[in-house]
């Protein structure tokens, strides 16, 4: 599968995969900051962004599709950032290709199995009549009535684009997404651990990732990878706290 993708700057190789319901645009801030230094290249994985749709999707087919971008691309020794769902995306890559990377930075997510917890966004998302909305407003309006959190429903309204009849329509394959949800909550196994460098960073008001739970599996898996925690940080914590997610990235991506 062609992933779509935008490339910034110049240097060793800097993977960037999104999270859930996310695009490559969720990234292009700190991309340009990466790209001071690093090549960047901001991913939309399958059925997000303006990637192609599939009636497939899992963890492993993503896999499959970020080791033939590589290949495609020909990056030598790239390092990933990987975003909840991108997250997980990159460790199932790292322990399948361990000699395709250099460094793994898994932001905000555990190898762990999450039990359902997006039943609000995915009945937000159906709840917005596209055939009769005018305007962002009218959508976001919609789906405040499902999703009380402004910062959240921006970032999901980032999916939403006018087709070429002026209608509305989502740029996200939700029919896919939905039906293999199962997928995207499922744990990452390996009986092969990734043992080049590995950092964990953390929002410290997000619970997806509790070290004195999670960290056995996380070593086990990972025996080199360290946990950080970014303060005042939910799950978005790179858009929440950038400098800080930045600062930190880049003490990990040069050591």
């Known amino acids: 599968m062609e992933l779509n993708y935008k490339l910034l700057g110049e240097g060793q190789p800097l993977l960037i995969l999104h999270g859930l319901f996310g695009t490559l645009d969720n990234w292009q801030t700190l991309g340009r900051e990466f790209s001071k230094t690093y090549q960047v290249y901001l991913i939309d994985l399958r059925n997000h962004g303006r990637s192609p749709h599939s009636e497939e999707f899992s963890y492993q087919l993503m896999t499959d599709d970020i080791l033939e971008f ?29 000699d395709q990377l250099s460094k793994l930075l898994v932001a905000d997510i555990a190898p ?54 002026n209608s509305f329509g989502w740029r996200l394959n939700l029919d896919a997404i939905e039906r293999n949800l199962d997928q995207v909550l ?37 025996p080199q990878a360290t946990i950080q925690t970014i303060e005042n940080a939910g799950h978005w914590l790179h858009a929440e706290q950038p400098q800080e997610f930045y600062r930190l990235a880049m003490e990990f991506l040069q050591a």
């Open 70 to 98: 590589i290949e495609q691309h020909q990056l030598q020794a790239p390092m990933i950032i990987g975003h909840s769902m991108g997250g997980k995306v990159a460790m199932n890559f790292a322990l399948q290709h361990p």
């Open 186 to 222: 499922s744990d990452i196994v390996s009986e092969t651990p990734f043992t080049k460098p590995t950092l964990f960073l953390r929002g410290s008001n997000s619970r997806y990732i509790k070290p004195e739970q999670d960290l056995p599996q996380i070593q086990a898996l990972f």
């Open 112 to 165: 762990k199995y999450y039990p359902p917890h997006h039943d609000d966004i995915l009945e937000g998302f159906r709840s917005i009549d596209l055939a009769s909305i005018q305007n962002r407003q009218e959508a976001d309006d919609q789906l405040a009535v499902k999703v009380s959190d402004y910062g959240t429903r921006q970032f999901l309204l980032k999916n939403l684009y006018r087709q070429e009849d």
